[in-house]
């Protein structure tokens, strides 16, 4: 997995709550049985004004100008700010991978789906949780000066604005740990063979029925 | 004071479950757990065997897994395989897959095939006590038995082959406690969109439910499945239901469950496994059956429901700015005007099936509003596709299927089909559908596709009369 320690990157706001994984990458795109080429179709059904459709070649598709994304300020964007409940619904990992695909390297949000969050972390995406003031505040400031950038810094758990403000933000001790060093879950996981080999076989026979 | 400390030993059933499959647990709270079962389907499973591969690593348990293709599959003319050359190599590659690393798999020409929700119960896979996970977010349908599930992604499903265990943290426990009686026409459905009415869509997030009281009770196994799958819609990652004796009848004699002295065995553990006598919950929210009327989702999240006989909200009314522009958004994308009685709102489709509500109680449901009446004239496709070819087996021989196909339903192979639309089953932009399934996001069910969601019997309703009706008057 990729490591995550610092960022300094451009801002893209997406001002909306409830931002579903739906709509992140739609369902059409979830054929594939690769991990990689889901960029060009992230939030595909906003991003073009016709329907897209796997193997498609995206390049001379129509743009959906009022799209935030399509806006020239923010390309590049590589961190995304958007408000509750980011990542709800189904839980295709499709679509941190459709995030990471397109750039983005972290999610400033004032909350996310359980489903979701799990998942950027086993991708090298960071989900940042801050309070729905903070959020709009962010909100303000990207709007109001072109190529806003943040600072986070997952180490000290810091994310600092131009105009020297910082904000803390909370992260879980052992998905920072898995973050900051790239580790691969099941790797650490395997670490413990015996430990599960002796659970395995005391609750095979607590429950032999199973 | 006695009492009290008793009371602080008491468990959920959450913990209960939780505690029976912590193998290790790190100093901040995250726990290697055990998995009991593993569903895998099409969709989200061919990275995790790649990723098995590449690694050279094998599956641990190949028992727990229990594999089949649903998103995918067509619901037509199965006998000729799948038209759509992206969607057949899905599903070609679980069939090699399942092969290479001898995985169990219903595959598309076998009776048993179905939505990976619906045949888990059906085949006694799901079993109470268990922790059971799928690449899938309604996973959360198996609480139903009294289990711990939840849907994770395909880098866990990865994991838990590879591992038979996952990384977690115990969540919050949020108790949704429903009494009374149900009026006529109001089913499990009705309640889980009440529920989500009232706490949010995300109102769950960071809770495991467990729903409770006396009409959780008096549910059928299908009943408590419709309620648990849609936990995931209020935002909980698992929801669930103690064990009694619903539970135990429903899975006696299933293929998968346990037989002779060993049933006897997992009986008596299985009447353990409800929340003790004064266990306390972080949250625990409360509705009275009795005043749950037919709900209908109005716009592109499922908290976003009124009763039938209610009107569509005017943004113009809230207070929360987030809110008003979400609810402004939605009524556009819906085509809907504010305070439009809900009765009023003409359908285009209707689609009766999922793993929410395609199980053979739903379709006895809806078969008997249909009985003898025919779609309306303005209804351009009524479908009803049943959950696994089990549940379209018996409901042919109860004769459900010529209910349906006399009253100009169309009666379809076993698949998740239009709740979702990976397959051909899809609204057109700016069609409305009446559906029993359990996501209303915009492109849901196509791109530019209008969702309501309802109850079997309210989608069967709406398609005889052409918009919704309240079937408590019925």
Request: contains cysteine; glycine residues 8%.
């Amino acid at each position: 997995m990729q490591k995550f320690t610092m960022l300094n990157g451009l801002v893209a706001p997406l001002d909306r709550a409830n931002v579903d994984t739906d709509a992140i990458i739609p369902k059409q795109f979830l054929k594939s049985i690769k991990r990689s080429g889901f960029g060009p179709n992230l939030f595909d059904e906003w991003r073009y004004l016709d329907h897209g459709e796997p193997g498609r070649d995206n390049s001379g598709r129509p743009l959906n100008p009022d799209f935030v994304l399509n806006q020239p300020r923010y390309k590049g964007a590589q961190i995304l700010l958007a408000r509750e409940n980011f990542g709800c619904g189904s839980s295709r990992e499709h679509a941190p991978w459709a995030l990471g695909d397109y750039g983005f390297r972290a999610i400033i949000a004032t909350s996310f789906a359980d489903i979701f969050f799990n998942n950027c972390f086993k991708n090298g995406l960071l989900p940042i949780r801050l309070a729905a003031e903070q959020v709009d505040e962010l909100f303000k400031a990207v709007a109001a000066h072109a190529g806003y950038k943040l600072a986070i810094d997952l180490e000290q758990q810091t994310i600092s604005a131009l105009d020297g403000k910082v904000y803390k933000f909370e992260v879980e001790t052992f998905r920072k740990h898995c973050l900051l060093n790239g580790l691969d879950d099941i790797g650490l996981t395997l670490q413990h063979v015996d430990e599960i080999k002796s659970y395995e076989a005391m609750h095979r026979a607590a429950q032999p029925w199973l | 004071m006695k009492a009290k400390r008793n009371n602080m030993k008491a468990q959920t059933l959450y913990d209960k479950l939780w505690n029976a499959h912590v193998v290790r647990q790190e100093a901040d709270g995250t726990a290697l757990i055990y998995i009991d079962r593993h569903l895998v389907h099409e969709v989200t499973s061919p990275q995790a065997f790649e990723g098995l591969k590449l690694a050279g690593r094998k599956v641990w348990r190949t028992a727990s897994i229990l594999a089949v293709a649903d998103h995918n599959v067509p619901t037509t003319a199965r006998a000729q395989g799948i038209a759509d050359p992206v969607s057949r190599l899905q599903v070609e590659t679980l069939d090699s897959n399942c092969a290479e690393f001898g995985v169990n798999e219903f595959k598309m020409s076998d009776v048993r095939q179905g939505i990976v929700h619906v045949i888990g119960p059906e085949q006694g896979a799901t079993l109470p006590g268990m922790t059971v996970v799928c690449g899938d977010s309604h996973t959360s349908t198996h609480g139903a038995f009294a289990a711990l599930a939840f849907g994770i992604g395909t880098s866990e499903v990865e994991h838990v082959m590879a591992t038979q265990c996952l990384l977690t943290k115990k969540t919050k426990a949020m108790q949704v406690l429903v009494n009374g009686t149900l009026g006529k026409g109001v089913t499990a459905k009705d309640i889980a969109l009440a529920v989500i009415g009232k706490i949010g869509t995300a109102g769950g997030t960071g809770y495991a439910i467990e729903f409770a009281g006396t009409t959780i009770r008096g549910l059928s196994m299908e009943g408590r499945m419709t309620v648990c799958n849609m936990a995931i819609e209020a935002g909980a990652r698992a929801g669930m239901i103690a064990a009694d004796y619903t539970t135990i009848n429903y899975l006696k004699g299933r293929p998968f469950a346990p037989q002779g002295e060993l049933w006897d065995k997992a009986v008596a553990y299985w009447h353990t496994l409800h929340s003790d006598e004064g266990a306390q919950f972080d949250q625990v929210v409360k509705l009275d059956a009795a005043q749950i009327k037919p709900q209908v989702t109005w716009g592109t999240s499922p908290e976003m429901v009124v009763a039938v006989d209610g009107r569509v909200p005017d943004p113009a009314t809230m207070s929360d700015a987030v809110k008003r522009q979400a609810a402004e958004r939605a009524l556009q994308y819906m085509g809907l005007a504010a305070n439009t009685p809900i009765a009023e709102i003409r359908i285009d489709k209707v689609f009766i099936g999922s793993c929410t509500n395609s199980r053979i109680e739903d379709l006895r449901a809806a078969a008997v509003i249909a009985q003898g009446k025919h779609v309306a004239a303005n209804v351009k496709l009524a479908m009803v596709v049943p959950g696994s070819g089990l549940v379209k087996r018996q409901a042919e021989q109860e004769g459900l299927d010529k209910i349906f196909i006399a009253a100009g339903f169309e009666w379809r192979e076993p698949g998740c089909s239009m709740c979702l639309a990976m397959n051909d089953d899809k609204l057109s932009p700016g069609e409305r559908c009446a559906s029993t399934s359990n996501r209303n996001f915009e492109g849901r069910q196509g791109q530019g596709g209008r969702t309501h969601l309802v109850s079997p019997e309210m989608a069967a309703a709406a398609a005889i009369s052409g918009h919704f009706v309240d079937v408590s008057k019925l």
